[in-house]
């Protein structure tokens, strides 16, 4: 038997193994658990161990017999050599051994004679290390957004790791951040002109959008490759370049703070990313299907109004949800053009609560959750359409 | 017949055109061409607001007298460095009621006194008094001649109308404001920040791109970072980032890893030990470089993901035949196949970081070290409040950017559109 395999498989899922306690020890040490060290190398001592007796017992076993009695015996060793906690903790790491074990399952004394293992090793390990560390990165954040909206100030100042929620407190107590957000800092009324004006940016693009897109796609007229190619050169050039010229217009036409100068400005800014996104899927429409339209005698309104839009209703939707986000999460001109906290957006509310550094984190954070909850929520349940969406349109971004 | 039928289609062509081409000309073409206007133009934010004649009407009994009230206009040009030409002024009066010793400048006809005051300079003020006299001598209501507001009218230039224009503003772009290490920073930033998104693009796309359990789920998260709004995230990461009472600090510091919390957001530089070498790294820089990786690799990993999951999978079982391990099939099937899509992601990627305004404004506000091009446009335009000046940062920006997609047009234009 070579050992070489051996010897490179016991490392790598050993750190492996180990990253992921570490990263179970982190979120433990955020629940308030006082650890102090990782024990980085008393701990790979222990994964090489388990390892090396996953490979040892090889088949003489059952594989789920096996993989228990491994995470048994780690999760005692464990709790023989290291300091005391409480069982939720031992709990997890029984749970994450068994993890473990379970995917390491295919590796045996045969498995390591192949040939290409040691890179077979390597690109699975880094595999397996990648979708932890993504979701890792990804979620922490949100995961800390979340639970700090539920904590105090003085809590986090005193002990800024403890983010334990303590749900023996009467429930307006947990919840108190939201209802100081939506009470004092009239976060209701911000929720109603964000959605008024997403919902009618998207309503104004697509009836501005519709007939352009289709002209674009369909019709023969002077200056179309012109027209269609400067749409994409226009969608390229950012809002910081467009907002001193349009800060002085608006204020001398006295357009700023109002949600009619936000609607004017959005529609325009997404109008050629959803006339792009919507021609492309127009020309993809038979042509034969308008021709007996024609020949039914509709006209041009006729033909867009009741052949194209039911015909292109997935793209219709994919638009409109990306030109929603965009709406949603719009930030700069929300800053530049309202002053005014009757006329706020979420976004410029949440920024205008940092203004004063006297406010407390949570609200922060809760009015945070407030903004990205819902388009979270519409990106998780419309998934199909809006990744079709941010596909087509994430020349932008 | 066939010559009205193509006019008719023209006509309907721009017709239907014709709304959404004027929107998008008002609001973003007009506004690329208002810029070159400002930059040469001394403009500040405060003379934005075109100056206008005002007048403040306060009444004075007179004791003695009670047919008599004395009225005391004060009248003011509200800009400060702006002159308003031919002002007018007008008010109007009760009836039986008459103006008594009335300024030569003023006339009164069918209860209304009118007046023409001329010029008026920047700064000007006046107190302008009118003594007014009921026709019975009867008692005058004071109530009702406070209620009567004056009518005032003026021309003024507008700053933004004038025909006078200056070099100045972009004399100082150049010279007085470190132009070329606001070059460096945009560029630093633009490129670490495209190929580090592209790096971890493709690493997630790879991953995703086999076959687990919770997969769709995991496609799902990838994207999260993307379509969560600025506000929140960047908020959220200064949060974490904080040196005092911040997540991360607390963390480093709880397991030993560091002795001091460091202040990943608001220090310019950090001296790094490697390999015995000393270097100076840009600190604050760095760390927004990686909020944007964070934030825009789903988006090369979404580009690249569907690329992958067109590569034909036999080419892989062949490869597998012939004998060739994983490392070799990524460099030899993989990579070629995704080069296309890498590089048009890197130059529309490098277009758009260079953009980027929000999530730098958001994380530190263009301090320690962190100053580009776009986050230079709002602090000369809205932080010094030189419009002027901001202007012809956004001219830079926007000569800069036209050179970019004149190189991705003459490069992978072509090619953009297979894709």
């Known amino acids: ?397 | 017949m066939s010559d009205t039928l193509s006019k008719i289609e023209k006509r309907t062509a721009y017709t239907l055109l014709l709304p959404a081409v004027l929107l998008v000309f008002a609001i973003v073409l007009f506004p690329i061409f208002a810029n070159i206007w400002i930059s040469f133009k001394e403009v500040e934010l405060k003379d934005i607001r075109i100056p206008e004649p005002r007048a403040k009407k306060i009444i004075k009994e007179i004791t003695e007298n009670q047919s008599q009230l004395k009225i005391l206009y004060r009248l003011r040009n509200s800009s400060l460095i702006e002159s308003i030409d031919d002002v007018k002024f007008s008010d109007k009066l009760p009836k039986n009621i008459k103006p008594i010793n009335l300024d030569s400048r003023c006339k009164f006809s069918s209860n209304k006194i009118k007046c023409n005051f001329g010029k008026w300079e920047a700064k000007y003020k006046e107190n302008f008094e009118i003594l007014i006299q009921h026709i019975d001598n009867k008692k005058i209501d004071k109530n009702i001649i406070k209620l009567q507001k004056p009518n005032l009218s003026g021309n003024a230039d507008n700053v933004l109308l004038t025909m006078k224009f200056t070099l100045k503003n972009f004399k100082k772009v150049f010279i007085e404001n470190d132009f070329i290490d606001l070059l460096l920073t945009t560029f630093y930033f633009t490129f670490f920040g495209t190929v580090g998104a592209i790096i971890f693009g493709i690493f997630a796309a790879q991953l995703v791109n086999q076959k687990f359990y919770g997969r769709t789920f995991m496609r799902s998260i990838l994207l999260f970072p993307y379509v969560g709004p600025v506000v929140a995230l960047a908020y959220t990461w200064t949060l974490l980032l904080d040196p005092n009472s911040g997540t991360l600090n607390a963390l480093l510091v709880n397991f030993q890893i560091i002795d001091q919390p460091i202040n990943l957001l608001g220090q310019k530089y950090i001296m790094m030990n490697i390999l015995g070498f000393e270097i100076k790294l840009r600190l604050a820089l760095t760390t927004v470089i990686f909020f944007e990786i964070w934030r825009y690799f789903p988006l090369a990993f979404l580009f690249i993901l569907a690329r992958l999951q067109a590569v034909p999978k036999d080419l892989y079982e062949a490869a597998e035949v012939d004998g060739a391990g994983p490392l070799k099939k990524f460099i030899h099937i993989t990579l070629p196949q995704i080069t296309a899509i890498i590089s048009i992601l890197f130059m529309i990627r490098f277009i758009w970081n260079f953009n980027k305004f929000e999530d730098i404004f958001l994380l530190t506000g263009g301090a320690s070290g962190t100053r580009t091009l776009p986050i230079n446009v709002y602090q000369q335009g809205f932080g010094v409040s030189d419009i002027g000046m901001g202007s012809a940062v956004s001219i830079v920006i926007v000569l800069l950017l036209i050179i970019f997609m004149f190189i991705y047009f003459k490069l992978i234009g072509k090619k953009a559109n297979e894709i």
């Open chain 1, 1 to 397: 038997m070579k050992y070489r395999p051996l010897i490179i498989f016991l490392t790598i899922s050993s750190v492996f193994f180990l990253s992921i306690i570490s990263i179970w020890k982190i979120l433990a040490t955020l629940q308030g658990l006082n650890l102090q060290n990782l024990n980085i190398n008393q701990n790979f001592l222990l994964c090489i161990l388990t390892t090396f007796l996953f490979i040892f017992i090889g088949n003489k076993l059952d594989h789920l017999i096996k993989i228990i009695i491994l995470s048994t015996l780690f999760t005692a060793l464990y709790y023989y050599l290291n300091e005391l906690t409480p069982l939720w903790f031992y709990l997890g790491l029984f749970l994450i051994t068994l993890f473990f074990t379970s995917r390491i399952r295919k590796y045996n004394k045969d498995f390591l004679k192949e040939d290409y293992v040691t890179e077979k090793i390597i690109f699975d390990f880094i595999s397996l290390f990648g979708i932890i560390f993504f979701a890792f990165v990804i979620l922490f954040p949100f995961y800390i957004m979340f639970v700090t909206s539920f904590k105090t100030q003085i809590a986090l100042l005193v002990n800024p790791l403890d983010f334990s929620i303590d749900f023996k407190n009467n429930l307006y107590d947990v919840f108190k951040s939201y209802f100081v957000i939506f009470k004092t800092y009239n976060f209701g009324r911000y929720i109603l002109t964000s959605s008024l004006v997403s919902i009618g940016t998207v309503i104004i693009t697509l009836i501005f959008a519709i007939p352009a897109a289709y002209a674009v796609a369909r019709l023969n007229f002077f200056g179309k490759t012109f027209l269609s190619t400067s749409i994409l050169i226009i969608y390229m050039f950012p809002a910081i370049v467009l907002v001193i010229p349009l800060y002085t217009v608006f204020s001398q036409l006295g357009l700023r703070n109002s949600v009619e100068g936000l609607l004017i400005v959005y529609t325009a800014t997404t109008l050629p990313v959803a006339i792009y996104m919507l021609q492309g899927y127009f020309k993809s429409i038979p042509k034969e299907i308008e021709d007996a339209g024609l020949m039914d005698g509709q006209n041009w309104f006729g033909i867009i109004l009741k052949i194209i839009i039911p015909l292109s209703l997935p793209a219709i939707a994919s638009v409109a949800l990306y030109v929603f986000m965009i709406a949603w999460n719009e930030f700069l001109f929300s800053l530049m053009f309202l002053d005014n906290p009757k006329s706020f957006t979420l976004s410029r509310a949440i920024n205008h609560l940092t203004g004063d550094a006297e406010t407390p984190r949570q609200y922060l954070m809760a009015g945070s959750v407030v903004v990205t909850l819902p388009i979270l929520l519409i990106f998780v349940y419309f998934e199909k359409y809006l990744v079709s969406g941010l596909t087509a349109g994430s020349v932008k971004g």
